[in-house]
C-alpha cells in the first residue's frame, strides 16, 4: 500500500490538528519575545543573561537564519527572502499535510518548522528584517544571534534529519 492508496483519515486525520498547536505556540512565543525585546533593550544594547556565556542583544538581521545573505542595502533583497521563504513555507506545509499521522516525530518537526518560518516570514514582510537578540559566545567567540523562530527552526531540522535515519518497514502485504 503506498501513501497515495492510503485512507484520508490516516493521511490527513483531524489528530494532526493538535501538531498546529505546536507551530502556533512557537509562533506566539516568537513574536512576543521579538516585542519584549523591541519594547525593553535598544538596537544593538546588550545585557548579560548568562555571565560568560549568553546575553540578550538586540539586532535586526536582514537575511535568513543566523545573519547568513544578508542584505546589506540591497534593494529587494528583503522581498527575495522573503518570497523564497513563502515558497519553503509552502512546501514544508505540503510535507505535512501528507505526512502519516503515525510520524510523529516528523510532524512535530514540521510544525516546529511552520511555526518558526511564520514567525520569521511576518517580521520579514512587516519591517524588511527579522529582530534577533539571542547570543551565546565562549571568550570572544559569538555564535550568531538568533531567535525563537530560528531556534524552533533547526531543532525541526534536527528532528528531521534523525527521524529520516530510523528504519521504515514496507507495510505487510495482506495474502
Not at 490516516?10 to 512576543?32: C, E, I, M, N, Y
Not at 511552520?114 to 520569521?120: E, M
Not at 539571542?134 to 530560528?150: C, E, S
Request: net charge neutral; glycine share 10%.
Amino acid at each position: 500500500m503506498t501513501l497515495d492508496s492510503q485512507p484520508a483519515a490516516r493521511t490527513h486525520g483531524p489528530r494532526k490538528f493538535g501538531f498546529l498547536f505546536l507551530s502556533l505556540a512557537v509562533l506566539v512565543a516568537d513574536q512576543w519575545t521579538k516585542w519584549l525585546i523591541e519594547v525593553h533593550l535598544p538596537l544593538h544594547a546588550s545585557t548579560p543573561v548568562l555571565d560568560g556565556f549568553a546575553n540578550f542583544t538586540h539586532v535586526r538581521n536582514t537575511g535568513v537564519a543566523f545573519g547568513m545573505f544578508a542584505a546589506h542595502g540591497v534593494a529587494g533583497g528583503s522581498w527575495l527572502l522573503t518570497t523564497l521563504g513563502l515558497g519553503a513555507l509552502v512546501a514544508v506545509c505540503v510535507y505535512f499535510w501528507f505526512t502519516p499521522t503515525k510520524d510523529r516525530v516528523l510532524l512535530a518537526a514540521l510544525a516546529l518548522v511552520v511555526g518558526g518560518a511564520l514567525g520569521n516570514l511576518i517580521d520579514r514582510a512587516a519591517t524588511g528584517a527579522v529582530t534577533d537578540f539571542v547570543d551565546l559566545f565562549v571568550g570572544m567567540h559569538h555564535w550568531p544571534a538568533f531567535n525563537v523562530a530560528d531556534a524552533a527552526i533547526s531543532i525541526g531540522i534536527a528532528l528531521m534529519a534523525i527521524d529520516s535515519l530510523k528504519r521504515r518497514h514496507p507495510p505487510a502485504e495482506s495474502a
